[in-house]
């Protein structure tokens, strides 16, 4: 797989750059000695276009003529508000990806890559989950029109592929957690969708189901990469491996012992679970020749980035997304 060696500037758009992985990507990008010569980095919020806008998207792209793109920007939220909007969720991230997907293509737009998620997957399938089961079965119906939605990013990019020669593709992370994160019940993700007062320590559902959970500061380099190195158009999953994975319940009692918290812990078993399990298999990643700055794929610990995600939100809990 061929690297960027245009000889031109390398100038990325990143979409979504004001949330979770985009400022994970922004403090990587920036940082001293990963910057490399020639490349300019542009992080938009939902504040510089509404991406659902298709005259919005052409006129960001037309200021600042990126030839990459990172595509992060989507309609996002928590397990229950995708229960309630699976058709706003479909229906908004369609004219997302469609909008930004076709910019690039009209503006000359050399990589694309964008980020799906391990929701994609089917619901019933057998594990591990790998990049060739995508499409093998309808996703889990909590959160099906956003699924379905990021299905499409595959097929969009296949079919490019096959008609331009665009080389977009996509990244597809397990559970992503860490600083600048969601920390709302209703858009938030798993870990961050939690509530606790003086007492109890709040959340939805058993305890019961697992996840692969990867810190924000890992998925930024390996995205950072992608952009840089994986010249493929399949799709590529980016995850801790399968022996990482945990339940939420023991991920819930890290986050206790992190903030202290000496209180009861209360699982709503009135809510719903989502899907009890989603394991990816990140054998594709691990067996890449390319990744010279990222030899043996040293991912956080599970522990030691919780507690670095809450220390982050106690100190900045008044400029948090809560």
């Known amino acids: 797989m061929a690297s960027h060696s245009g000889s031109g500037p390398m100038r990325v758009l990143v979409t979504g750059g004001s949330g979770l992985i985009g400022k994970a990507i922004e403090q990587e990008a920036m940082k001293d000695g ?33 030839t990459h793109v990172i595509h992060l920007a989507a309609k996002v939220g928590g397990l229950y508000l995708h229960m309630r909007e699976n058709l706003h969720f ?40 790998d990049e060739t089961m995508i499409h093998n079965g309808p996703p889990h119906e909590s959160n099906y029109g956003y699924s379905h939605a990021k299905r499409m990013i595959d097929v969009l990019n296949r079919a490019y592929f096959g008609q331009y020669g665009h080389v977009y593709t996509a990244v597809i992370p397990t559970n992503v957690y860490g600083p600048h994160d969601n920390f709302n019940e209703d858009k938030g993700h798993v870990l961050t969708a939690i509530r606790w007062d003086n007492t109890t320590l709040n959340v939805w559902g058993s305890g019961k189901p ?70 990816a298999n990140n054998a594709k990643l691990r067996r890449l020749p390319d990744l010279p700055d990222l030899p043996d794929l040293p991912f956080t610990p ?13 100190k900045n809990y008044d400029r948090a997304r809560t």
């Open 302 to 314: 599970l522990r030691e980035g919780i507690k670095l995600t809450c220390d982050w939100l106690v």
């Open 34 to 66: 990963e910057k490399r010569e020639g490349e300019q980095w542009i992080f938009l919020s939902s504040k510089d276009a509404n991406l659902v806008d298709p005259e919005q998207t052409r006129a960001v792209f037309e200021k600042h003529r990126p």
């Open 210 to 279: 697992l996840r692969q959970f990867i810190f924000s500061m890992d998925i930024d380099r390996l995205m950072v990469w992608a952009l840089r190195e994986y010249d493929e158009v399949n799709p590529i999953i980016l995850s801790v491996g399968e022996e990482d994975e945990v339940s939420i319940q023991e991920a819930v009692e890290m986050i206790a012992e992190a903030l202290e918290f000496k209180g009861q812990i209360h699982y709503d078993t009135s809510m719903s679970d989502g899907q009890m399990k989603k394991t």
């Open 90 to 129: 479909l229906r908004d991230n369609l004219r997302i990806n469609d909008n930004v997907l076709q910019t690039a293509h009209e503006m000359g737009v050399t990589k694309v890559v964008s980020c799906l998620s391990s929701c994609i997957f089917p619901d019933k399938t057998p594990y591990p989950i």
